[in-house]
Nanobody
Framework: QVHLVESGGGSVQAGGSLRLSCAAS????????MGWFRQAPGKEREGVAA???????RYADSVKGRFTISKDNAKNTLYLQMNSLKPEDTAMYYC???????????????????WGQGTQVTVSS
């Protein structure tokens, strides 16, 4: 059984940094795609960044140059380094993973099968 557990959220001032972590247990696919999504109150869930088993990455335009996604395979942990945070980055952030069947990296939520419970990020101006 796959479990994804996020951590690292918090409250920061604009311009600050946070690193989110997602510990994946029971996730043993050799080919995979994992991603970070966020959802602000009253808004739809949106893809922020994704990475596949070849190390390819994809970012939403709104976070390019500020966020970096990475994965430590030895620890089976996904990370999202967030720099130069803005108030509009405030949201609940979710980790997601597929079941090894995605043909390409996607920032759409529907191809992902497994989801964490989320971690809150709040950026004040």
């Amino acid at each position: 059984q796959v479990h994804l557990v996020e951590s690292g959220g918090g409250s920061v001032q604009a311009g600050g940094s946070l690193r989110l972590s997602c510990a994946a247990s029971g996730y043993t696919y050799s080919r995979y795609c994992m991603g970070w999504f966020r959802q602000a109150p009253g808004k739809e869930r949106e893809g922020v960044a994704a990475i596949d088993s070849d190390g390819n990455t994809r970012y939403a335009d709104s976070v390019k140059g500020r966020f970096t996604i990475s994965k430590d395979n030895a620890k089976n942990t996904l990370y999202l380094q967030m720099n130069s945070l803005k108030p509009e980055d405030t949201a609940m952030y979710y980790c997601a993973a597929d079941s090894g069947l995605m043909p390409a990296i996607s920032l759409e939520p529907h191809p992902y099968n497994y989801w964490g419970q989320g971690t809150q990020v709040t950026v004040s101006s």
